[in-house]
C-alpha cells in the first residue's frame, strides 16, 4: 500500500483516487502524521502532495524526517517536490509570475517513472508530455544525488529523480486529467518502482470487508438505517452478505420521498434479498410537524429530529443490537479530519439527515470508511445490486421537502412526485439520466394563470432542474435538448392535474444552489 501525506492542495484527494483505480490501496493522512504512525503504516511507496504554501516561508510544512529514513520510493507532487528538493539540500525560489494550466515537458534523459510514457515524440526521439500546472516557486538548484528528467519552456526543473535512492518528484500535476499521461505515471511510480500489485479490485474488496464485518461483530446483531440511497443500499447488501440475518434495517417512509421509491426498497431488499427490513410509515407524523413551517432551515430541523425520533423508537423495540451500521465513505473521513485539523482547504457542510443519536450506545460498523464513491459503486454492482440503483442520482435527506417551496403538504408532495417521476423517466428513455448527475422537479407554490378548453385555471408551478458536476460544490445547468424539455414539459401538463406551467431552470451554481432550498 501507498501512504499519501496531503500538503494542503485542492487535488490531493485525486492522487487517491488515481492510486486506487490502479489496483493498489492508499490513504491520505496530513503531512504532520507522527513517526511512529508513519512507520506502522508500512508503506511501500510515499507521495507528498501539492499545497497552497510556499516552502519559502517560515514555518511552511515539511514532510517528516522518517519519511527519508523508511528505504522506500518517494514521489514529490509540485508543493511536494519544492519540499523534497529544499529537505535534501537542494534550492526553491520564488517565481516572478504563477504558472496556471497547460504546458509541455520534455523528457532528459533516462527514468524509470516517464520510461514508456510519452504524448508524442520531440525532435531528437524524446518523450513530450502535456501537463498540467500550478506553481508560483520553483526548484532552482537539485538536492545531492539528483539529476533532471523533465523540463519544459519556462522551467529546467520540471521533473527531478535520485533513481539510487528511488526518489522523483514532478512539479506539474498528474493527479488531473488534462495531464493525459497521469495515470500512466502513477502506475509507473506505484508499479514498476515501488513494486505494488493490483489486489485492491471489487471482488477483494468485498471479500475482505465481508471478512472483516464478521470478524468486529461476531455473532451480535446490527441495526442499519436504509434509505435507498446508494451508500446505506451498498451497507446492507455487504451485511446481508456478510451475517444474514442478523443484519435489521430500518427504512423510515417519511412521505417526502419519490413516487414509489419505499415500494420499490422494499421489493428490492425485503422480497428479492431476504434482508430484514422494517418500515417505519411515518408519512402522517412527519407531515403534520411539517405543517405551517415554510423556513427551510426549519423544515430541514424538523425533518432531522423526526427521522431520528421515528429511527429510534424502531430501534429500542429491537432486543439485544449491539452495533449500528453507517454508510460512512472515505471522503467524509477525510473531510471531517481535515475540519478538525483545520487542513482542509475544500468543506462541504454535509447536512445529511440522520446520524447517531449521542445516547444510543452502540458501536459503529462502517464498512465503506475506506472506499470512494466510484468504489462504493463497483462494491454495488460487485455485490448484486441493479445498475440503475448503483448509478443514481444523489437525493437529499429531506428528500421533497427542500423541492416543495415553502410550507410542505401532501397534495404538493404528491403532485410533486408525479411530475418528478415523468421528468426522470423521459431523462432514462432519452439517455440523458447518465450524462446529468442530479435531476429532479422542484413544486413551486407560485400560482400562474393557464387555460384549458373549458377555461382558465390558476394554479402552481412546476420548476424541472438538471445539473453537470464532478463534486457537486460548482456546476453547470445541463443543456438537455429542447425535444426533451419539450415532451416532459406536455406529459406533465397532461398527466398530472393541477399544474398547467412548467419551466427549466438555467442558473448555474454559484451563485443559485443545486437545491431551490
Ligand atoms: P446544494 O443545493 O447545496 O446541494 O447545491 C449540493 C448537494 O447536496 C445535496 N443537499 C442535501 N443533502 N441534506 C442532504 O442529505 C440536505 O439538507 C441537502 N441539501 C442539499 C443536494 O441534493 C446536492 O446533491
Not at 420521498?257 to 425485503?270: I, K, S, Y
Not at 424538523?302 to 430501534?315: L, N, R, S
Not at 445490486?385 to 415553502?406: A, S, T
Not at 373549458?454 to 456546476?475: H, N, S
Amino acid at each position: 500500500k501507498i501512504l499519501i501525506l496531503d500538503f494542503g492542495s485542492q487535488v490531493t484527494q485525486l492522487i487517491a483516487r488515481r492510486v486506487r483505480e490502479l489496483g493498489v490501496y492508499c490513504e491520505l493522512h496530513p503531512y504532520d502524521m507522527s513517526e511512529d504512525a508513519i512507520r506502522a503504516f508500512g508503506a511501500k511507496g510515499v507521495i507528498l502532495s501539492g499545497g497552497p504554501e510556499s516552502t519559502l516561508e517560515a514555518g511552511s510544512p515539511r514532510a517528516p524526517e522518517i519519511v527519508w529514513q523508511l528505504g522506500v520510493p518517494v514521489l514529490g507532487i509540485c508543493y511536494g517536490m519544492q519540499t523534497m528538493a529544499m529537505q535534501l539540500g537542494g534550492q526553491v525560489s520564488p517565481g516572478s509570475v504563477k504558472e496556471f494550466g497547460y504546458a509541455e515537458v520534455r523528457a532528459r534523459g533516462h527514468s524509470k517513472l516517464f520510461d514508456g510514457i510519452q504524448d508524442r515524440a520531440g525532435e531528437a526521439g524524446e518523450g513530450l508530455l502535456d501537463v498540467w500546472m500550478s506553481h508560483g516557486d520553483y526548484v532552482s538548484r537539485l538536492p545531492e544525488g539528483f539529476s533532471r528528467i523533465g523540463s519544459t519552456h519556462d522551467l529546467d526543473y520540471a521533473a527531478m529523480a535520485d533513481e539510487t535512492r528511488g526518489y522523483y518528484a514532478v512539479q506539474f500535476h498528474p493527479e488531473v486529467t488534462h495531464t493525459t499521461q497521469g495515470k500512466e505515471l502513477y502506475s509507473r511510480f506505484v508499479h514498476a518502482i515501488c513494486g505494488c500489485g493490483s489486489a485492491w479490485t471489487p471482488h477483494n474488496i468485498a471479500d475482505d470487508a465481508i471478512a472483516r464485518v464478521r470478524q468486529q461483530v461476531g455473532d451480535k446483531k446490527v441495526l442499519l438505517g436504509l434509505s435507498g440511497g446508494v451508500d446505506s443500499s451498498v451497507v446492507a447488501a455487504l451485511l446481508h452478505k456478510a451475517i444474514g440475518d442478523q443484519l435489521t434495517c430500518v427504512f423510515v417512509d417519511n412521505g417526502l420521498l419519490r413516487l414509489h421509491e419505499g415500494d420499490a426498497v422494499m421489493q428490492m431488499f425485503a422480497q428479492n434479498m431476504g434482508v430484514k427490513v422494517i418500515r417505519a410509515d411515518a408519512e402522517a407524523l412527519f407531515l403534520e410537524r411539517l405543517a405551517g413551517v415554510a423556513d427551510p432551515e426549519a423544515k430541514r430541523k424538523i425533518i432531522g429530529k423526526t427521522f431520528i425520533d421515528v429511527f429510534e423508537a424502531e430501534a429500542t423495540k429491537l432486543k439485544d443490537v449491539e452495533f449500528l451500521a453507517q454508510g460512512t465513505i472515505y471522503p467524509d473521513v477525510i473531510e471531517s479530519a481535515g475540519a478538525k485539523t483545520g487542513k482542509a482547504h475544500v468543506i462541504k457542510s454535509h447536512h445529511n439527515v440522520g446520524g447517531l443519536p449521542a445516547h444510543m450506545r452502540m458501536q459503529l460498523v462502517e464498512p465503506l470508511r475506506e472506499l470512494f464513491k466510484d468504489e462504493v459503486r463497483a462494491l454495488g454492482l460487485e455485490l448484486g445490486l441493479p445498475r440503475e440503483m448503483v448509478f443514481r442520482h444523489p437525493f437529499p435527506g429531506p428528500g421533497l421537502g427542500v423541492r416543495i417551496l415553502g410550507e410542505v403538504s401532501k397534495p404538493a408532495a404528491d403532485t410533486l412526485r408525479r411530475a418528478d417521476h415523468i421528468f426522470i423517466e423521459e431523462l432514462r428513455k432519452a439517455g440523458w439520466y447518465d450524462q446529468t448527475s442530479q435531476a429532479f422537479a422542484v413544486f413551486l407554490p407560485v400560482k400562474s394563470v393557464g387555460v384549458t378548453g373549458d377555461g382558465r385555471r390558476y394554479e402552481p408551478v412546476i420548476a424541472l432542474r438538471a445539473v453537470q458536476t464532478i463534486d457537486f460544490m460548482t456546476a453547470h445547468w445541463a443543456h438537455l435538448p429542447y425535444e426533451l424539455l419539450d415532451v416532459c414539459s406536455r406529459r406533465i401538463v397532461n398527466e398530472v392535474p393541477g399544474v398547467s406551467r412548467v419551466v427549466y431552470d438555467i442558473s448555474g451554481k454559484p451563485p443559485a444552489t443545486i437545491e431551490w432550498e
